[in-house]
């Protein structure tokens, strides 16, 4: 039977692209009713869309099987932005006020609002959080009502380099797909896999992908810090490669014989791993090359988290990914970061129902979809399809392109951890400029009137100036004598 009511979410990983699509119970649990998993290593490096023309073939791919498995029309997705290119840059905009001046809403929106217009070179913001408010010198979460003499935000904006932005964009306009909307990948992630306590007390997470190693910091329930790394299990897999063998080999030996850290009591100098039918290669010299990649990869992670932040992750490092799979990865990040609390989060926090052999094998590979599919509020089904794979004549999609929002969002109403699409930003703009436009003519026209008003109150006071009244009772009189004569 068809299903009338369901999410569907994309995410465009480096190794695998995957769809998923699943319905949400009254009591917050999801059941899965299709999982789909397409290659894109050729046209996706590092988290970032390289090939526009592949992407939407894949994507268009990934929505056909799903429409197939779920008998019914898929009207839009949800979809997961991340990437090499995706960096976090602190940014202040202040406001000077007259002295004692109570702090509103709006003044509180406008700070906001600058912030997220902002312009970066080549670059695009794809989100902004809010770190705090400076209220004249003390540091407020909510500033409202406060008295001050000068409002201070500050703001973390997370950006991606434009050409990546619209590439994503373009993949989903070529493919004819439509985007019910758009979520940081990392944030999604976030959401699922901590807990309240580690977001607050101060945690560091790292999702170790195939192509890349995603770094979130968070304090006091905020975000405070966005990275990511080129490098992930990929490398690895390519450093045993070297061995004169193809990276499929290479992959399964990483995955049978890899381990993250080995004492060296424990390392069997006479022991040889075998590559293949006739050649071997030392134990020794295996541990050495992968956890010697294994180690640039937490070297670079300790370095993209902030030195304030250093003694204020009571929460410890929380690892997830294919690659936090690994055997001893724990030891391995307290031996290099001196942060003993440490822990793999091989599922997500929500309770998911399926048999799907990728979500019941629980190691941390599907987080971040699952995490996407558990932010989608939207149906995204539409017309049920018959025997013959095609849509009902009475089947009209629920909820057709375009028409899950009519107003456009200014950037204060856009919740944290949301893309923007290229149509939505567009939207946004051009109601901005008419809002603009419709305020300059205010301003224009009551400017005029005041002008006016200066004018007639300027001729009224020499109308009745003493002057004047003595040359019109001159004038007056005059008429008088012409008249009597």
Known sequence: ??????????????????????????????NVLAVVKEDSSSFIRKGVVYNIDKTALCLTNIVSKLTAQLKTEITQVYVGVGGQSIRSKHNVISKDLPADTKVTQDMVIELMDANRNMKYSDQEILDAVTQEYRVDSQYQLDPVGIQCSRLEGNFLNILERKTFYKNLNKCFETAGINVAEMYLAPLALADSVLTETER??????VDIGADTTTVSVFS????????????????????????QMEEGEAEKMKLKYGCAYTDNSEIDNTLKLPIDAERSIDCRKFIDIVEGRLEEIIENVWYQIPSDYYDKLLGGIILTGGGANMKNIERAFVNHTHIEKVRVAKFVTHTIHSTHPDITARNGMMNTVLGLLAKGDINCAGGELNANGDLFAAGKPAQPAGEQRTKARQPSEIPTGVVLTEAEKQKAEEEARRKREAKEEEERLRREQEEEEKRRQAEAKKENSPLNKFWRRVKDFGQTIIGEE
């Open 200 to 205: 607050r007390s101060g945690c560091a997470l």
């Open 220 to 243: 006091k329930n905020i975000l405070r810090h966005l990275a990511v790394i080129p490098l992930g299990g990929a490398n690895i897999t390519k450093d045993i490669a070297s061995l």
């Open 1 to 30: 039977m068809a299903a009338k009511d369901f999410i569907v979410a994309i995410e465009l990983g480096s190794s695998k692209m995957t769809g998923i699509a699943g319905k949400k119970n009254l009591d917050g649990s999801i």
